[in-house]
C-alpha cells in the first residue's frame, strides 16, 4: 500500500528530561522543509491512503500528482511517502515531497541515493530481509531488540554514505514487518533502546496485527490499543507517529507532554490548583 503522509507538528512538545545513550550524542534535530524536531518533540504522521499494490508506473501515475496538488495549496506542509522503490521516489521528490518512508528495509538501495540527490529525509526501516509485500514464515531472533537496533544504526550509516542529510535520516523498528506479535511487544517495550542511538524514532504501530492478536479484536476494534501503544512508545523517546486517528494521537502526546512537564517540576496547560 503506497501513502501519502503530511507531517502535523504537536503543538504541545513536552520538556525533554534526559536522554541516556551509550554515545556522546545525546539525540539529532530532525530537520525538514524548514521545521525542528529535537529531542523530545512529538510530530504525527497523518495517513493518507491513494493506492493498492500497484506496479511502479501506477504508483507515480496516482502519488506523484496527488503530491504535487498538496504542495501547491500547502507550501509549508511536511509530506512523507511511502515507497520502496527509488522511481517513485524520484517522482515524488520533483513533486514536491520531503521525506521517503521505505517501510521495506531497504530493498532498493537506489531509493537512498535519490534522497541524497533531491536533499530528502529518509526513514531508515527494520523488515527482517523480507521480500517487499511478503509476510514472514516463523521470523525468529537471537535477540529481536539487538537485531533492529544493529540493523537500524547500520542502515542510518549507510544513507550518510550515500549522501543522505544525517538530520533527515529517521529510523523504524516496522512492527509486525518481519516479526511476529511477540517480537513487535518486545520492540515496544524496549523502544528506549532505539532512541538510545541518537536517530530520531519513527512508530508506526496504527491498528496493527500485533495489538490485534494481544487484545483479540479485528481492525476495526484496534483504536485504544493503537492509542495505548502510541503513548507507551512516546513515553520511551519516539518523535514521529504514523497514524490513522490523528486527533486521538494529538490527544495521547499531550497527555505524555503534560504528564513529563509535570514530572519535571513544570505546570502543563489547563493546570488548575487543587484539581
Known amino acids: 500500500m503506497n501513502r501519502t503522509c503530511p507531517i502535523v507538528p504537536h503543538q504541545r512538545a513536552p520538556i ?51 503530491v504535487a496538488a498538496i504542495r501547491a495549496q500547502h507550501p509549508s506542509v511536511v509530506i512523507s511517502v511511502d515507497t520502496w522503490r527509488a522511481e517513485v521516489g524520484e517522482a515524488v521528490a520533483r513533486s514536491g515531497a520531503d521525506l521517503l518512508n521505505d517501510a521495506w528495509g531497504g530493498a532498493d538501495p537506489d531509493l537512498a541515493r535519490v534522497a541524497a540527490a533531491h536533499g530528502l529525509g529518509l526513514v531508515c526501516s527494520h523488515a527482517g530481509g523480507l521480500t517487499p509485500r511478503t509476510r514472514p514464515h516463523r521470523p525468529a531472533y537471537p535477540d529481536v531488540v539487538a537485531d533492529v537496533r544493529g540493523y537500524l544504526t547500520a542502515a542510518a550509516g549507510r544513507a550518510v554514505a550515500a549522501g543522505v542529510r544525517p538530520d533527515g535520516i529517521v529510523i523504524d523498528p516496522a512492527h509486525d514487518f518481519g516479526k511476529n506479535t511477540w517480537h513487535s511487544l518486545e520492540l ?65 502526546l499531550a497527555t505524555v507532554a503534560a504528564l513529563r512537564e509535570t514530572l519535571a517540576g513544570g505546570r502543563p496547560a489547563g493546570w488548575v490548583r487543587g484539581s
Open 16 to 66: 525533554l528530561l534526559s536522554v541516556t545513550t551509550g554515545s556522546p550524542d545525546p539525540g539529532r534535530t530532525l530537520r525538514l522543509r524548514g521545521r525542528e524536531w529535537p529531542p523530545g518533540s512529538f510530530a504525527i504522521m497523518a495517513v493518507i491512503n491513494r493506492t493498492p499494490d500497484v506496479t511502479p508506473a501506477e504508483e507515480i501515475r496516482r502519488v506523484a500528482g496527488l
Open 188 to 252: 515496544t517495550r524496549h523502544t528506549a533502546d532505539l532512541v538510545a542511538t541518537g536517530w530520531p524514532v519513527l512508530v508506526a504501530v496504527s491498528n496493527k496485527d500485533f495489538i490485534g492478536e494481544s487484545l483479540g479484536l479485528p481492525v476495526a476494534g484496534r483504536a485504544e490499543g493503537t492509542i495505548a501503544t502510541l503513548a507507551v512508545c512516546a513515553w520511551e523517546g519516539a518523535r514521529l507517529f504514523r497514524v490513522h486517528d490523528v486527533p486521538a494521537a494529538r490527544d495521547a
